[in-house]
């Protein structure tokens, strides 16, 4: 660049030095002036080339030029093919790209800043009926208009997915997640779950039937047993004590398929919002006296701080499983001349019922497994407490129903403390019912 720029100064250098050797020679200025209006020519012809060169959609074969212009030619022609060579990179790039989103069996939809598709891949197509053109721009919720949905985009809050049917056909159930990118855009995907929802249904009925038609025999086997323990003489004893064993035992097995049973109408059936006030004191005081009743010679102290005024939009019968499963876990799990302390609180989170103990408290790593069904972090405690192990996934499922949640806080050897949330819409303000 350097030579032929020093090349196109020469040339300058010696047009103007002829011009001025014919300016001296004929005694006027008009040799430089005719040589300086040749070179301005010259330029502005080179220039109208590069304009229309430059303007041409295809940067190939560049116009045919000496010097400076020849090589300013040259490294544009560069420059372009490069760029060239980049822009074809992209968009292969782009393409495989969206070969592979479109490979997916999984949803993938874009929408902007304003909820307007910008762009969905074939599934997309196939579960939601989005159309390839026509619905370029739409708002999402033009197309997917089951109140879920819109509900789950308006309050966006995408921690949890939503499972809704898909809007082409009812059957298929479409699990949803949304992630927020750049200035407020969305990522959707969404995955057909019907298949594992079917298995869901299908596990759920098994055992809910499995139970239900465990229930004959065992009314059977436990009337039989204690017939047997009222007429088998005092004398045999080791006769009764295996008695008293198959009691104990058929005692456990009925519990377990009640609980079974309660978890499954409790996971599939839909949740009574007929909104029964239930007085929480007067429920939570009977409790109390059971408990010290049930475990006597454990000698519990056991506090009650509710006000009589606690009042809880709830199903009395599910609210009754949820903190009875936590009293009885409190007295089962607390040695003897243990304190237990059942508590509620009323804040604008809501209200809040609390059962804490200074049992032997549970190592932390085991909570986040405690309400899973059968899951015990101590599995020797078994036979001694004589639980079913579903207690937990109980109050879950009940919280759940009551859209609140239930918290566990507890350390090993310092107690527990198991806390049901209730939402604000759950806490009845006034009386509307007197305690039983
Ligand atoms: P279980 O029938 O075994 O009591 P749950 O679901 O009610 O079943 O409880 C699950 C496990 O949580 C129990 O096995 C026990 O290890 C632990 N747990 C529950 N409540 C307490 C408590 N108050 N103190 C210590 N451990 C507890």
């Not at 001296?24 to 008009?30: A, E, P, Q």
């Not at 002036?33 to 560049?62: C, K, M, N």
């Not at 009640?258 to 006030?277: F, M």
């Amino acid at each position: 660049m350097r030579a032929s720029l020093a090349k196109e100064v020469n040339r300058i250098l010696i047009l103007v030095a002829a011009s001025l050797l014919l300016c001296l020679l004929w005694r006027t200025i008009w040799p430089l002036i005719a040589g300086l209006g040749l070179y301005i020519i010259w330029s502005t012809r080179q220039l109208f080339a590069l304009y229309t060169w430059l303007v041409r959609e295809e940067h190939t074969d560049p116009p045919d030029a000496a010097g400076l212009w020849g090589e300013f030619y040259t490294r544009l022609e560069h420059l372009f093919r490069q760029e060239r060579r980049a822009q074809d990179n992209l968009q292969g790039i782009i393409q495989r790209a969206q070969e592979s989103v479109n490979a997916l069996e999984d949803v993938v939809v874009m929408i902007d800043q304003h909820g307007h598709l910008e762009y969905w891949n074939h599934a997309a197509q196939k579960h939601l009926g989005l159309r390839p053109d026509k619905d370029l721009g739409q708002p999402l919720t033009n197309l997917i208009r089951h109140p879920r949905f819109t509900h789950y985009l308006a309050k966006g809050r995408f921690n949890e997915p939503l499972e809704i049917p898909a809007p082409v056909d009812d059957n298929r159930i479409l699990q949803f997640r949304i992630t927020e990118f750049g200035e407020g855009d969305q990522l959707i995907l969404a995955r057909d779950m019907t298949r594992l929802h079917h298995l869901e249904e299908m596990r759920k009925d098994f055992v809910a039937n499995v139970s239900h038609e465990l229930k004959t025999p065992l009314t059977v086997l436990k009337g039989y047993l204690e017939t047997l323990l009222d007429t088998v003489p005092e004398e045999q004893t080791r006769l009764r004590r295996a008695l008293h064993h198959m009691d104990t035992q058929s005692h456990r097995m009925e519990a377990l398929v009640n609980d079974l049973l309660l978890l499954s109408r409790l996971e599939n059936t839909k949740a009574d919002n007929t909104g029964q006030t239930v007085a929480v004191h007067g429920m939570l005081h009977r409790m109390r006296e059971n408990a010290l009743a049930l475990a006597r010679e454990k000698d519990h102290e056991i506090t009650l701080a509710v006000p009589e005024d606690a009042r809880l939009v709830a199903n009395p019968a599910e609210l009754e499983s949820a903190f009875g499963n936590l009293i009885t876990n409190a007295v089962k799990y607390t040695p003897a001349q243990g304190h237990i302390h059942i508590e509620w609180r009323q804040d604008d989170q809501g209200g809040h019922l609390s059962v804490s103990d200074d049992g032997p408290g549970i190592d932390p790593q085991h909570i986040p497994r405690l309400t899973e069904r059968f899951y015990r972090p101590d599995n020797s405690r078994v036979t001694q407490t004589g639980g079913t192990g579903l207690g937990l996934a109980i109050v879950k499922h009940v919280m759940l129903r009551h859209d609140g949640k239930l918290e566990i806080q507890s350390a090993l050897g310092k107690g527990s403390t198991f806390t049901c949330h209730f939402p604000p819409a759950r806490v009845a303000g006034k009386p509307a019912m007197t305690n039983p």
